[in-house]
């Protein structure tokens, strides 16, 4: 299992997207009863049925507080309120900006896993993924289906002790590249080549047509958690930040 210690500083005040950089940021999405009630108040009217759909109150709560931080820190990037920001949705589902018209340039992804959302901000495209690492039951059925013979080859030569993050290594870069590109899963998953060892540069090693100009990177937002980011090559310079508020 992994454990690392963490170096992501909190982010400073002030700041602003530029050129051929990203912002990552890592945030808790189990937060105080209060700081959820202000995230809740600038959620939207469809954003609120999503939340009421949820059966348990942790879940629901875990919702609010990843769609309030994510609309706290594209607000606080473009210097507007949270209320003002409208967001619309690709084909297979992934969030982009909508309004207002002069923030639609503006790019980000987030995924969660367990009590931690990641996000990622830049001005093109990109995608991005976060996993526990954990013990998994159907974890070689999933290797078996969604894992190219490299990627299954390398997991299978792992010391045990190393498989649970190369499974998870190989789980996120590929979904990583899946979200930069908006895609459903049944779009090319065993296509998306990626290396897993844990230890090694995460690297893109096969690409469906079409997606050869992304570029990945390993994140490691907290102990015992996994993530990639799957940019543009353009966008070189990333930055990883604590999200503790816009203050
Ligand atoms: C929807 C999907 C993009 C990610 O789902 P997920 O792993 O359950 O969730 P994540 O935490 O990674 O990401 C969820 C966020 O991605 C965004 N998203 C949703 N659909 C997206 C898409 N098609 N492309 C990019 N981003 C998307 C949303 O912002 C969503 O969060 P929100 O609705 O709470 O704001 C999709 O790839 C999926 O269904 N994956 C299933 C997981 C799996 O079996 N993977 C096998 C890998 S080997």
């Not at 299954?152 to 789980?171: D, H, S, T, V």
Request: proline share 6%; charged share 25%.
């Amino acid at each position: 299992m992994k454990t690392v210690d963490v170096l992501w500083n909190a982010a400073p005040r002030g700041l602003k997207p530029a050129d051929g950089e990203v912002h990552v940021f890592s945030a808790p999405l189990d937060i105080p009863a209060e700081r959820v009630d202000e995230l809740a108040s600038w959620l939207s009217h469809d954003e609120w049925q999503r939340a009421s759909r949820f059966h348990l109150e942790r879940d629901r709560r875990r919702f609010v507080a990843g769609r309030g931080t994510l609309r706290e820190i594209l607000s606080a990037l473009l210097g507007i309120n949270p209320r003002r920001l409208a967001f619309s949705y690709g084909e297979y589902g992934k969030p982009q900006i909508a309004a207002p018209a002069a923030a639609r340039s503006l790019h980000f992804n987030l995924a969660h896993s367990d009590f931690i959302a990641v996000y990622a901000v830049a001005k093109h495209a990109l995608g991005v993924d976060v996993e526990r690492i954990r013990a998994m039951d159907d974890a070689e059925q999933i290797a078996e289906r969604f894992f190219s013979p490299r990627e299954k080859l390398c997991l299978r030569a792992l010391p045990p002790e190393q498989r649970a993050e190369g499974f998870f290594n190989c789980w996120t870069r590929k979904e990583a590249c899946l979200k930069a590109i908006g895609s459903g899963l049944d779009d090319c998953l065993d296509r998306i080549e990626v290396s897993l060892a844990p230890g090694e540069a995460a690297e893109l090693l096969g690409v469906p047509n079409g997606s050869r100009s992304w570029r990945l990177h390993s994140l490691t937002p907290a102990a015992e958690f996994v993530g990639a980011l799957a940019i543009k090559p353009e966008d070189s310079l990333v930055n990883c930040w604590k999200w503790v508020g816009p203050d």
